[in-house]
Structures are given as structure tokens and as C-alpha cells.
């Protein structure tokens, strides 16, 4: 009887078995179509809740792309050099960072310039990273005096400031805060050797997230999303769990990013546009 359910058994069990290694298999693909290829020499990538993609180019333009890939607007920077970061947070105000001239350049949504922040102006002599903040101030960091400081919506006065971030620092372990990020409820402020510091609105120190060796990244809802070793990966805010997305080419990445259904890939040589 053993020998009889074994043969009876034996070709819908290895059936079941070739299904189940198939299903695994189409499970474990990534559904990425790909939108949009665009040419061009470029260093830096943002990314909009809009599904916009910003892109530096090596000779200092700023462009600008729709979600589609189609070309939007430009704008020259090059009298300034090479950008800092880009804040597109809010679409309306867009603020270009330059940590060498330590100044903050302002634009609107077609990328038009309104502004200029002079950081020494306000106390601020040794910038090093700068973000927006939910209510369209701006938060920087301060390496003269090691502290998180908070410029009100006029950009006219510092209004916060942390206690010296050295205390929130191992000892022996160096503070060089590279990026900073808002998310309307705490401030993330990438040091790279120790993590990212967590404040909240008021600039007041919460915890350090261990994912180290980041120059910046993206939080979106309860996960931290970063690349990093040529992969995409997402961490837990609430269980520290982290997973890799998988991504459809990882030849010759500098940076990948995720945004309104939409796959970013950066090269050197181009932008590439998947649907997620």
C-alpha cells in the first residue's frame, strides 16, 4: 500500500512542487516597466511628492522632469559651483544649499529665482548640511558651535536650537551632519559615523537611528528608504526590520530613489524612469 500512494502521488507532488518554485520565482521580480531613458551628464538626484525628478548635471544645470520623463524647465548655477543638496519638499519654495559659500539659493516651482539666504547674516558661519522645515523655515546645522538650528519662515531670525549635538554623539566618534530631512513631526539629521539623530519640531534630541554610512535619504510614511552598496533598501521606523528592493539594473548606480509609483535610477550618463 506505501509503494501504491507513493506512485500515485508522486507526478501531483512533483507538480505542486515545479508550480510552487514558479510562483516563488514571478513573486521574487521586480514589476518595474520602464517610462522614460533621458541622456545626460549628471552628479545629483531628487525627487518631489509629485513624482517630479530634479537632476544636476556636471555643468551646473539644474533640470527638471515630470513624472512621464518629459523635460520640464531649467536653471544655470554655474557661477555658484557645485551644489550642496536640494530641497523640493515643498515645490513652491525650492531650496538649493552650497555648503562651501555657506548660502542657501531660493527658487519656486518652474525653478525661477527669488532669493538668496546669506547663513553668516544670521549667526551661522560654518554650515554644513540644510533642509527645509514643515512650516517653510529652515533647519541647519551649525558646525562653529555643534548645534540644530531652527530660521523662521521669513528667514530672518534663528527661533530653536538644540542642546551641543556632541552629547548625543559616542564618545570618539566624529559629528559631521551631511543631510538633514523634515517630515513634519521629527527631524532626521544624517551624521554618517554614528546614524541618523533624531529631534523633534523644537529641537529636542529623541534617539539615533543605527543605519550608518548614509549621505542622504528619503522617509516616507514609517520607512526610512535609502540607497546604499548599490542597492535600495527600506528600514522600519517602528520594527527596525529592513528589507532590499529589488531594482531592474545596478550597473554603474550613483543613486536610486523611490517617489509617486515611480523608480529613479541615476547614472553618470542618464536618468532612468520605471513605473513601481
Excluded at 58 to 75: A, E, F, V, W
Amino acid at each position: 500500500m506505501k509503494l501504491l500512494v507513493s506512485h500515485a502521488f508522486k507526478k501531483p507532488l512533483l507538480s505542486l512542487f515545479a508550480l510552487s518554485l514558479l510562483l516563488l520565482f514571478c513573486s521574487q521580480q521586480p514589476p518595474h516597466r520602464k517610462i522614460a531613458q533621458i541622456a545626460l551628464d549628471a552628479y545629483y538626484l531628487t525627487t518631489d511628492n509629485l513624482g517630479n525628478a530634479y537632476v544636476m548635471t556636471t555643468g551646473h544645470d539644474l533640470n527638471k522632469y515630470k513624472p512621464d520623463g518629459s523635460y520640464s524647465t531649467t536653471q544655470n548655477f554655474k557661477a555658484n559651483g557645485s551644489i550642496t543638496s536640494v530641497d523640493v519638499s515643498n515645490t513652491m519654495q525650492i531650496n538649493v544649499f552650497y555648503k562651501p559659500l555657506n548660502k542657501v539659493i531660493i527658487l519656486d516651482n518652474v525653478l525661477a529665482f527669488r532669493g538668496e539666504l546669506l547663513l553668516r547674516n544670521l549667526g551661522i558661519t560654518q554650515a554644513t548640511a540644510c533642509a527645509r522645515s514643515f512650516d517653510n523655515g529652515l533647519w541647519v546645522f551649525d558646525a562653529s558651535d555643534l548645534l540644530l538650528k531652527k530660521i523662521d519662515k521669513d528667514l530672518k531670525q534663528v527661533t530653536e536650537q538644540s542642546p551641543n549635538v556632541r552629547l548625543f554623539v559616542e564618545k570618539g566618534k566624529t559629528l559631521a551632519p551631511d543631510f538633514i530631512f523634515d517630515d513634519a513631526s521629527r527631524v532626521y539629521v544624517n551624521n554618517p559615523e554614528t546614524g541618523i539623530l533624531v529631534f523633534d519640531i523644537f529641537a529636542q534630541y529623541i534617539k539615533t537611528i543605527p543605519v550608518k554610512g548614509l549621505h542622504h535619504f528619503q522617509v516616507i510614511g514609517n520607512e526610512l528608504i535609502y540607497f546604499r552598496n548599490n542597492r535600495l533598501q527600506r528600514y522600519n521606523l517602528r520594527s527596525s526590520i529592513q528589507t532590499v528592493l529589488q531594482l531592474p539594473d545596478t550597473t554603474d548606480l550613483l543613486d536610486a530613489r523611490l517617489e509617486k509609483e515611480r523608480l529613479y535610477l541615476l547614472k553618470k550618463n542618464g536618468l532612468t524612469l520605471y513605473a513601481y
